[in-house]
């Protein structure tokens, strides 16, 4: 099984986390579906690793997807993108984690425009200072819409007649109105001169695919940006994660589903965890993954490994997990001398 990149002579650039964000039943795990589909019907099939609550998709997938020519500088395996489910744990998770996504697509339903949660998730992006693309989507369900499969955006409004043209645009102006009402700047993707300053909306529908490859190209300029900040990031350092979940699993007991978004962990790591009795520590018994699609009538449903390098998503399992709060940091400290370990001890109950 592909581990993430970490072959010796690419230097260790960490691979960009994406959350996507939204309002409940806006479309969030549609869109990324579509963006996970149309990458394996380029060709890329297998290259997908599905992680625990996460999926890395390789870059040269979604380059090729966005119909950009333009190949990175710089090579990072893909972009891990997090699904948020629409429930509140969500806001702990990002509170905490504030370096967790390095950026973020918020979705919002186009017909329905912004909603409590979409605000909410404005508000912990602008705090966290995360760069972030609003995908418009469930274009086709604006009345009158007709869809041509796939195509980009401005393709298929130009087939649309004056009266859903109308509509579009007052219903991106609407999210142009809102996004300004907290302090951002924004544009139809396509009238966005300096992305640096101006944040893009792309309207997209995840069933028809429209718009989908204008998404990933606001994406990969994102990314670009994100590399270029991002050259003295390094994975070598002892691991650092927030746990999504706690989950009991047959055979295992309680562990804990991590997205790492700093360093490596590894079997044997000594690991600092916030329990609801305060910090303790656990020796990591194994690191499981899901298994790929193809292995799906394998008894067990994890494959154990060594080591797992951010970004990554990985279920932990190790003594004494079961009061380990959702939400809270995670940290290897197995290295580090004693007076080290009390000090990031410290620090995670501060958190
Ligand atoms: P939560 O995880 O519960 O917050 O929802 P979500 O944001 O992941 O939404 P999800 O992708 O589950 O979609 C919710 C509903 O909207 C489903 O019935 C989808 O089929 C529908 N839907 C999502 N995207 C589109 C779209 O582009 N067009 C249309 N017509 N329906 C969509
Ligand atoms: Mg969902």
């Known amino acids: 099984v ?25 479309g969030k795990t549609s869109l990324l579906d579509r963006i996970r589909g149309s990458s394996v019907v380029s060709g890329e099939a ?15 997938s979604i380059t090729s997807m966005s119909g950009s020519m333009k190949s990175l ?10 699904d948020t489910p629409g429930h509140h744990a969500f806001t702990t998770l990002r509170a905490r984690g504030g370096a967790l996504a390095d950026m973020a697509i918020v ?18 992006l602008r705090n966290c200072k995360t760069p972030f693309v609003v995908a418009a989507t469930k274009l ?26 109308l509509l579009i645009e007052t219903k991106v ?27 893009a909306i792309v309207p997209v529908s995840a069933h028809t695919g429209e718009g989908i490859s204008d998404l990933l190209m606001v ?8 590399m270029e900040e991002a050259l003295t990031l390094t994975v070598d350092g002892p691991g650092a994660g927030t746990v999504l979940e706690v989950k009991e699993e047959k055979g295992l007991g309680a562990t804990i589903d991590v997205i790492l978004f700093d360093g490596t962990i590894r079997v044997g790591d000594e690991i600092a965890i916030a329990t609801t009795d305060g910090v303790s520590t656990t020796k990591v018994r194994s690191l499981l993954q899901p298994r790929p699609m193809q292995e799906i009538l394998i008894e067990d449903r994890f494959l154990r490994v060594k080591e797992v390098v951010a970004a990554a998503g990985v279920k932990v399992s190790a ?19 004693e007076d080290v370990k009390a000090s990031i001890a410290r620090e995670m109950t501060e958190i």
Do not use: M
């Not at 297998?46 to 040269?60: F, M, S």
């Not at 819409?145 to 043209?165: A, D, I, M």
């Open 319 to 337: 003594p004494g997990l079961d009061q380990v709060i959702a939400g809270s940091p995670v940290r290897v400290i197995g290295d580090e001398p």
């Open 73 to 82: 500088n710089i090579s990072i395996p893909g972009l891990l993108f997090i």
């Open 107 to 124: 979705v919002v339903d186009i017909t329905e425009g912004f909603q409590p949660q979409t605000i909410e998730a404005i508000q912990i």
């Open 140 to 165: 086709d369900r604006v009345p009158g819409w007709r869809s041509t499969e796939k195509s980009p955006f401005l393709k298929s409004f130009g087939n649309q007649n004056e009266r859903v043209t």
């Open 219 to 226: 994406l990969i300029g994102l990314a670009q940006r994100y």
């Open 2 to 26: 592909k581990k993430n990149k970490d072959a010796g002579d690419v230097p260790h650039i960490r691979t960009p986390i994406v959350c996507v964000l939204g309002h409940v039943d806006h």
């Open 46 to 60: 297998g290259a997908i690793t599905q992680h625990i609550g996460a999926t890395i998709v390789p870059i040269d």
């Open 173 to 199: 102006y609407d999210i142009v109105a809102t996004l300004a009402e907290h302090g951002f700047s924004s544009e139809r993707f396509d009238r966005v001169s300096d992305f640096a300053r101006n944040l």
